[in-house]
């Protein structure tokens, strides 16, 4: 079992599509164990993004990041770095393929709908970024 963080970016939940996204993980049998809407200030963003700092997209993305609420999961499976990312699709959603989220509900490179960990650790510290340990739900109850 592995776990992942994934982001419901602005525009989707602008475009009243958060649910859809969400169901993309769902219906793939990956299963949501955390999740909360929250409303980034541009510090955060930028400290969420730290890795891209000092890229042409930094400070733009930023900005659209803390534009509007956006909702934070985390989704736990065999594989779920690898096959959340499959099913986001390419970053350019016009480079995304057939069936995958940022093909159907991406406008732009910077506007793609959903954001999904790249590695085990930017999992361990995207996800540590948003949800304490308490927050993230065992699927059997200890004690
Ligand atoms: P995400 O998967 O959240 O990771 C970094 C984000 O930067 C990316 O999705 C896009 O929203 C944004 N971005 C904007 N321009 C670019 C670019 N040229 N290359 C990669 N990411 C970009």
């Not at 649910?19 to 409303?39: C, D, I, N, P």
């Not at 999961?73 to 959340?84: K, Q, S, W």
Request: net charge neutral; glycine share 8%.
């Amino acid at each position: 079992m592995e776990r992942t963080l994934t982001i419901v970016k602005p525009d989707s939940v602008a475009n009243n599509v958060a649910g859809e996204v969400l169901s993309y993980f769902e219906r793939a049998g990956l299963r949501v164990v955390a999740a909360k809407m929250v409303w980034l200030t541009k510090r955060d963003a930028e400290a969420f993004y730290y890795v891209h700092k000092g890229k042409p997209f930094y400070d733009s993305l930023c900005d659209f990041m803390s534009g509007g609420p956006c909702v934070v999961a985390v989704l736990e499976g065999a594989n779920a770095i690898a096959r959340v990312r499959e099913i986001m699709g390419a970053t350019d959603p016009a480079k995304a393929a057939a069936g995958t989220i940022r093909n159907k509900l991406g406008t732009s490179i910077q506007e793609n709908a959903v954001h999904g960990s790249d590695s085990a650790a930017s999992a361990e510290f995207e996800i540590g970024f948003f949800f304490s340990r308490l927050e993230i739900m065992q699927t059997e109850r200890k004690g």
